[in-house]
């Protein structure tokens, strides 16, 4: 009871409280223009955010009982307006044309007329109905038009229609009304006009602030002996909305999608480039490729590193007997078996791991061959040679190395390990894990037996960080294989010199290289490949990017040229990482107060051609920001562009063309009334407060009330000058 005591209290002083001014507002409109919105901005300091804005309307009314039962809207509702306290109650009305509004326009004193600059039909109802109706109920009270939704002026139109409900009627840009439209309406009416946005939380202040000097205007002419409502100006001016600057847009990048089971897995099915051949119990043979084991394995990339081509160091591995092929099946533990002739001293090579030296000798018969045993130096290997193989893909010979496997070797088990390292990937439903982890024993693929280590111990959610070490470690190899010409296969020849590259590599990791090198095209037979128009620094990312799947772009590498490689060689990721590398340089750039205008005109056109959306819009939003720069620095350029790019910068130029004819207007009308204030200034300064007059003043004046001045004794003129007798002036 003590509580609904206090807020009826608080609520019945503001009545009776002197020299605080209670101000009814009522605010009427169409439907669906925002009228409770604002209400709800100004009473309870309401924000809208965008679900709310896009949201299907719902007719609401905001009720008026709120002053009473919450004291934060009561404290909100008073206010000091050029030094008069008020206390300002706000009246909400439907917007249906034949409700009966008499009620609430009873005794108002100042009401605030809504339309939507959204819809055209609204401002048509402000005259044609609403301010007709106000006319008619309260014909003495000032009226505020104010135009709502001003957001929707420099909003993406499409954006909104596409976010907003199915039924809802589309907003067309035809329906998007100028300021001038509303500005004519209210100086036809003989209104003050404002424009507001509930969403970006403007105009409020400035519309509830003027219509309550309207008030205290209209009440000062009624209730002349209140001195406190002297001062009250009439409605200012409303400086016009700036709309604020479209973001950048973002650049996205594709997510990075290792090994996904079309890329270096397909090409270890498929042995398209490959150049080695492991023969697996002397009659199964697999084909690989170098540059994956040895990148993958510091024991493949000492093994193909070894120089055995000089055939007075290599030796001849004798025939092995039945017998002895059945020991090894059963221990993987190899003795030494060669003959080494006495005159050749041996050769060791220390290439790995493991403890063996690698022993060489020479064997001459009817049927020569070269080999290198390996018994010694790997329990793995038995022996490695180079012969030309028939390609299984091709039909074609190819030079390869020949690598015979130890006899234990078999077939499921060593799949699965080559797997791992063309894809760092193994399958927890491998049957033989036990085997998997002895070749990976032997083969020095430690991460490929830890993995095995956690599946057994069902910890198999542990191999995902190993496998992103294992393709980390991958990818430094493969670039350091790069950047020294390890295990190349292929040569391009460009504008300005020639690069080495690798076949696998390439098939695996783009499309394009895939169709080149594994279709019927000439350079699928070619050692060498010309790429005209393409410098070594542009081919040099670009390969880069293939092996390593990043982009380290080097200080004179031409972020166009490297675009538009990108979109020959179908690599959309590499456009997009090209494209953020390019936008970053061009923010770097304006922060250091270079002028990049120049260069982003020319950056437009280049990358709409090369598909490069992203920096193209990029450009574009760089250019409608800064448009009247650009245009006074590179007017013939602008014009020298298409006839969409230049659509485009005049519907999205920032400022707009609306608020610079807004603001011209603003400082026109401003200066007007500055001098009008001037003028009335000088007007009441001869009129300022005075009890006694030393000049002869007037019978009757404006706002003045004289008491007669006794007559002159002689009315003929004086040359001395006139005793005039002192008159008391009031200013009412």
């Known amino acids: 009871f003590s509580l609904l005591s206090h807020r009826a209290l608080n609520t019945s002083m503001d009545y009776e409280r002197p020299n605080v001014e209670t101000i009814k507002c009522v605010v009427v409109g169409d439907n669906a223009v925002g009228k409770t919105r604002l209400i ?9 955010n965008q679900y709310q804005l896009l949201a299907t309307h719902v007719p609401t009314v905001w009720a008026i009982d709120q002053y009473r039962v919450c004291q934060e809207v009561l404290e909100r509702s008073r206010d000091v307006v050029d030094e008069v306290s008020v206390s300002l109650r706000l009246w909400d009305t439907f917007g249906d044309h034949h409700k009966d509004r008499r009620f609430a326009y009873g005794r108002s004193d100042v009401v605030v007329l809504c339309f939507s600059i959204a819809n055209p039909n609204s401002l048509h109802h402000v005259k044609t109905m609403w301010h007709m109706e106000i006319k008619h109920f309260c014909p003495r009270t000032p009226v505020i038009l104010v135009g709502c939704q001003l957001d929707l002026r420099y909003a993406d139109l499409e954006a909104v229609n596409r976010a907003r409900r199915p039924l809802a009627r589309p907003i067309k840009p035809g329906d998007i009304l100028p300021p001038e439209s509303g500005r004519e309406v209210a100086k ?21 602030d003027n219509a309550i000097r309207a008030a205290l205007i209209s009440r ?8 406190h409502l002297r001062k009250v100006q009439k409605p200012l001016l409303q400086a016009p909305f700036l709309p604020p600057k479209a973001p950048p847009p973002l650049i996205k990048i594709p997510e990075c999608v290792i090994n996904n089971g079309e890329g270096p897995g397909l090409l270890l099915d498929s042995p398209l480039c490959a150049d080695v051949m492991f023969i697996l119990q002397d009659h199964i043979h697999i084909f690989a490729h170098k540059i994956y084991l040895s990148t993958s ?6 093994l193909f590193q070894m120089d055995f081509s000089d055939e007075s160091q290599c030796l001849v591995v004798t025939e092995r007997h039945a017998r002895d092929s059945l020991l090894r099946t059963l221990s993987l533990d190899t003795e030494e078996d060669v003959a080494v002739l006495p005159n050749l001293s041996p050769c060791s090579l220390r290439a790995s791991k493991s403890d063996g030296t690698l022993k060489m000798m020479s064997f001459s018969g009817k049927h020569r061959r070269t080999k290198l045993s390996l018994a010694s130096w790997s329990k793995a290997f038995y022996s490695i040679h180079k012969e030309s193989v028939t390609n299984p893909v091709t039909g074609s ?27 760092g990937e193994l399958d927890e439903e491998e049957r033989d894990l036990m085997k998997i982890a002895q070749i990976a024993e032997v083969l020095e693929v430690f991460d490929l037996r830890m993995m095995v280590e956690n599946i057994m111990n069902h910890e198999g959610f542990m191999n995902q960080e190993i496998t992103k070490a294992f393709h980390v470690r991958k990818s430094n190899r493969i670039k350091e294989c790069l950047n020294k010409n390890t295990f190349t296969d292929v040569t391009f020849r460009l504008e300005d010199g020639t690069i080495n590259a690798h076949r696998p590599l390439l098939i695996s990791s783009c499309d394009w290289m895939a169709a080149v090198f594994g279709g019927s095209f000439m350079e699928s037979a070619n050692n060498e490949v010309s790429f005209p128009g393409t410098s070594r620094v542009c ?11 990043q982009l380290c772009p080097m200080a004179e590498l031409d972020p166009m040229e490297l675009t538009a490689l990108a979109n020959r060689l179908c690599l959309p990721r590499l456009t997009a990482l090209t ?7 061009l923010v770097k750039a304006s922060k250091d107060g270079q002028d990049i205008d120049g260069e982003v005109l020319t950056y437009l056109e ?12 990029w450009c574009l939003h760089h250019i409608c920001t800064h448009y009247n720069n650009v245009c006074a620095n590179y007017r013939k350029e602008i014009k020298a562009k298409s006839a969409e790019n230049q659509e485009y910068f005049e519907k999205h130029r920032w400022p707009p063309v609306w608020y610079l004819k807004e603001e011209d207007h603003y400082q026109r009308v401003r200066k007007e009334r500055e001098k009008e204030d001037v003028v009335l200034n000088k007007h009441h300064s001869r009129r300022r407060w005075c009890f006694w007059s030393t000049s002869p003043a007037p019978q009757t004046a404006q706002g003045i009330c004289l008491l007669p001045r006794a007559p002159a004794s002689n009315p003929a003129p004086r040359k001395e000058v006139p005793t005039t007798h002192a008159v008391p002036m009031f200013y009412c």
Not at 189 to 208: H, R
Not at 606 to 617: M, R, S, T, V, Y
Request: hydrophobic letters at 40%; a negative charge; aromatic letters at 16%.
């Open 397 to 423: 010979p190819a030079h390869m190395t020949v690598v015979k496997m130890d006899y234990s070797i078999q077939l499921g088990p060593f799949s699965a390990v080559l797997r791992f390292l063309y894809t």
């Open 579 to 585: 494209e953020h590398y390019a936008v970053s340089e």
């Open 40 to 48: 709800c901005a100004r009473a309870c300091n309401t924000t809208l």
């Open 606 to 617: 280049l990358a709409q051609f090369h598909n490069a959306n992203q920096l193209a819009a």
């Open 188 to 208: 036809e009416l003989g209104i003050s006009y404002y424009e507001t946005s509930v969403f970006d939380q403007f105009g409020i202040k400035d519309i509830f």
């Open 297 to 302: 394995s510091s024991k493949f990339y000492d």
């Open 220 to 227: 000062r002419h009624l209730q002349f002996w209140k001195s």
């Open 539 to 549: 081919m040099q990312a670009v390969l880069e990017y293939l092996y390593t799947n």
